[in-house]
């Protein structure tokens, strides 16, 4: 993991391989570049001509961009490290920054990214605050990501680089409080996404149900989380009929992982469950040629809840949370789950199943239902479930579904702060009626238009009466297949572990419900 340090050193003499700097595209409309508040010592070794070389360099200021030229005489460092923030905003100069906190994220994570092979770079980006502080080491931290345990000594194959070792925030006192826990708020909420991110991008031969709950117990225990783990044997004994029948058809055998993180403070109650299917080929429904290969990203909802668990142990807040992880591997084999049969759920209804591909909302059906037994403020489950959603909402933002339009509405503003995209969607009840069986008590498919819709409402089935809840479908913006961008790599994203973690911390200060 990048490191994270606090440092009021000057631009000039500390010694490191770089200096990040920001610039922008001007507020006054015209294409002329201006170096943000941070970069003022840097600007002053160029004579105060820094956006002027940078013009002449090709640089517009545009979001994400990069420009790397030869540091002034006299500074230590040998490299600038110019990225775009995008538009200025009217007051930047004038009253510090007034940049977009996702922008400030995105080109600390651009500029990590771009300075793969380094040991130490110095940010001079635009720091008014601790929050300016986390928001930027945050982005960096993400940035700098690189999953390389399957590379030849540990390096990125493509450029033999291992990530950025430290990034080093300047104009920020290493003891001031408020800095600090900034600092170390970003460093358990990104250690823990990028847990997340690798748990993700790992092969399925090497994560299944078992290995999965293994991991989370060893974090379990090193964080002072209880953890209990059901296997097949206890699966089978509870009536989990929904995880059971997903897993059937598998060598590797289903795995219902609960964590729970106390406080002694804690006056609220959050669960948050998640759809761990580690490796999902659709079962006897197999998916077509060209939609296995990802596949193996079929359990970053139960990633996120497992990261977000261990992210609100870490920071101490103040408010019970629970994670459930409902974990499987769908497979055809002669075991598998056909079309046409019917499981008896850990609630006690009965589902029809029309489609072996659309095993998430089975397993979470029983994680839910398993959850709501304790009666929690409020329910959040977090899976990749509908391709519908992603051709609803594109690739960068997940849908979000709940019986409480107000919750509905908290969760998505919480998503804004963190920097996550979201968007608010319904769930209309005329929907529910396609899926009705003439055999059991419900199917698992109904109409195919609005099929994200139609998911969220059979989740709704398996919450338990008077229970808060809201539904994440995070198929989209889960696992990025195209060029990275900002602070989001190719692969696993880790999506959803910061709002999760922002409506934890929002719970415990007593700000949401």
Not at 225 to 249: M, N, R, S
Not at 350 to 355: A, F, P, S
Request: with cysteine; proline share 5%.
């Amino acid at each position: 993991m990048t490191a994270l340090t606090l440092s009021t050193a000057a631009a000039s003499g500390l010694r490191a391989d770089a200096i990040v700097v920001g610039v922008a595209k001007s507020p006054k409309g015209d294409k002329g570049l201006v170096v943000a508040p941070g970069a003022e010592a840097v600007d002053k070794g160029y004579d105060g001509k820094l956006a002027a070389v940078l013009e002449t360099l090709g640089a517009s200021g545009a979001e994400g961009e990069v420009t790397k030229l030869p540091a002034p005489s006299g500074f230590k460092a040998p490299v600038v490290v110019a990225v775009g923030l995008g538009a200025a905003p009217e007051d930047g100069q004038d009253k510090g920054t007034a940049f977009d906190a996702e922008a400030l994220r995105r080109a600390a994570g651009a500029a990590a990214r771009a300075l793969a092979g380094a040991k130490k770079a110095a940010f001079a980006l635009p720091i008014a605050d601790a929050a300016d502080a986390g928001t930027i080491g945050e982005g960096a931290l993400l940035g700098a990501y690189s999953f390389d345990a399957y590379k030849e000594n540990g390096k990125n194959a493509k450029n033999g680089k291992a990530p950025l070792a430290e990034v080093v925030l300047l104009g920020c006192k290493p003891r001031d409080k408020a800095l600090k826990a900034a600092v170390e708020r970003a460093v358990a909420v990104t250690e823990e996404l990028n847990r997340a991110r690798d748990l993700i991008n790992t092969p399925p031969n090497d994560l299944n149900p078992e290995s999965f709950a293994a991991v989370a117990q060893a974090a379990a225990k090193e964080h002072g989380i209880k953890v209990q783990v059901l296997d097949e044997k206890a699966l089978t004994k509870g009536g989990y009929g929904g995880i059971l029948g997903v897993g059937a058809g598998s060598a590797a055998a289903p795995r219902l992982v609960k964590l729970s993180y106390t406080s002694s403070k804690a006056s609220k109650h959050l669960a948050f469950v998640g759809k761990g299917i580690t490796y999902d080929s659709g079962g006897i429904s197999l998916k077509p040629a060209g939609h296995n290969e990802t596949m193996k990203c079929d359990m970053s909802g139960a990633a996120a809840v497992f990261a977000a668990v261990v992210a609100a142990a870490r920071l101490g807040l103040e408010v019970n949370v629970t994670g459930w992880l409902a974990l499987a591997e769908n497979m055809p084999s002669g075991s598998a789950t056909r079309p046409g049969d019917v499981l008896r759920m850990y609630s006690g209804k009965t589902v029809e199943v029309l489609n072996t591909d659309a095993e998430g909302r089975l397993v979470l059906a029983d994680a839910l239902w398993a959850a709501s037994e304790e009666k929690p403020d409020a329910i959040v489950d977090v899976a990749t479930l509908t391709g519908a959603m992603m051709l609803a909402l594109g690739n960068r933002l997940f849908g979000v579904m709940a019986n409480d339009d107000a919750f509905r509405t908290a969760i998505v503003e919480a998503a804004e702060e963190v920097g996550e995209d979201s968007w608010p969607m319904p769930l209309p009840e005329h929907l529910r009626k396609g899926m009705d069986s003439p055999t059991a008590d419900i199917a698992n498919m109904g109409e195919r238009m609005g099929g994200g819709l139609v998911a969220g409402l059979f989740l709704r089935e398996f919450v338990g009466e008077g229970i808060t809840w809201a539904h994440l479908d995070i198929a989209g913006p889960a696992f990025n297949e195209a060029a990275p961008f900002g602070y989001t790599p190719k692969g696993g994203t880790g999506t959803a572990v910061r709002t999760l973690v922002r409506l934890a911390e929002l719970t415990a200060a007593g700000d949401l419900g």
